[in-house]
């Protein structure tokens, strides 16, 4: 069964620019969640889609949007990128409420804004 | 609102010692769950051990188990005879079937030779 897979692994963008990040979930599962991580700030969430319907929503200005296709495959967007948006993006995908089953993780996306 | 405190920022232990990491929680709903994800160096997070708040008994994986003491809130991890591959981070989480998980901000382990 194949796991959680973002893409891409790295990613290395210039101030100002937009940037989009791929996920696909788990096979069966629905929900798709987002988070940021840095050293100071820990795991932030970003928002968590389900059957393309954004469920909930994390404290990021508007420039982080997502999305959810009828696949479960879900794409996140940060446009207008500041230095400070430098950070690995992990996708988690459950089968249902993270409460549940808890998390599968992929591997994140490193993107370093210079 | 859920909040988790890992008040353990970094932690060390020998190999193949007992090792506990702590973590206290808050959160006013009535049905949630408890989570121990490990994050090891460069590589991806996995679950560790889950418990369920409505159940009294202690979740336990092998040489992992959990000390959950729901009206202290508070939900520690046990590793009993600590390996190498136990370095990694691990974090503490509180989810809800509502849809989102709230992490704290992690423990370092490093198990020494």
């Known amino acids: 069964k194949a796991g959680v897979t973002q893409t891409p692994r790295y990613l290395i963008k210039t101030r100002g620019q937009q940037v989009t990040l791929s996920c696909s979930p788990i096979s069966g599962h629905r929900s798709v969640s987002w988070y940021q991580q840095t050293p100071g700030q820990g795991l932030q969430f970003l928002f968590e889609?389900?059957?393309?319907?954004?469920?909930n929503k994390g404290n990021f200005p508007g420039r982080f949007s997502g999305r959810q296709f009828s696949n479960s495959r879900s794409e996140m967007n940060v446009s207008t990128l500041e230095l400070g948006d430098s950070a690995l993006y992990l996708c988690a995908s459950s089968l249902g409420g993270t409460g549940q089953y808890g998390y599968t993780f992929g591997s994140g996306t490193r993107l370093t804004v210079v | 609102a859920q909040t988790v405190t890992q008040s353990q920022p970094e932690m060390s232990v020998q190999e193949a010692e007992t090792v506990t990491l702590s973590c206290t929680y808050d959160?006013?709903?009535?049905?949630?769950?408890l989570f121990w994800y490990k994050q090891p160096p460069s590589r991806q997070m996995i679950l560790v051990i889950r418990?369920?708040?409505?159940?009294?008994q202690n979740a336990t994986e092998n040489r992992f188990s959990v000390n959950f003491q729901k009206a202290a809130k508070s939900f520690s991890l046990k590793i009993s005879d600590s390996q190498l591959g136990d370095t990694a981070m691990y974090f503490c989480a509180v989810g809800t079937n509502a849809g989102k998980s709230t992490f704290g901000d992690g423990t370092t382990l490093t198990v020494k030779p």
């Open positions: 959160t006013s709903e009535n049905n949630y769950y």
């Open positions: 418990q369920e708040a409505y159940k009294q």
């Open positions: 889609y389900f059957s393309e319907t954004q469920r």
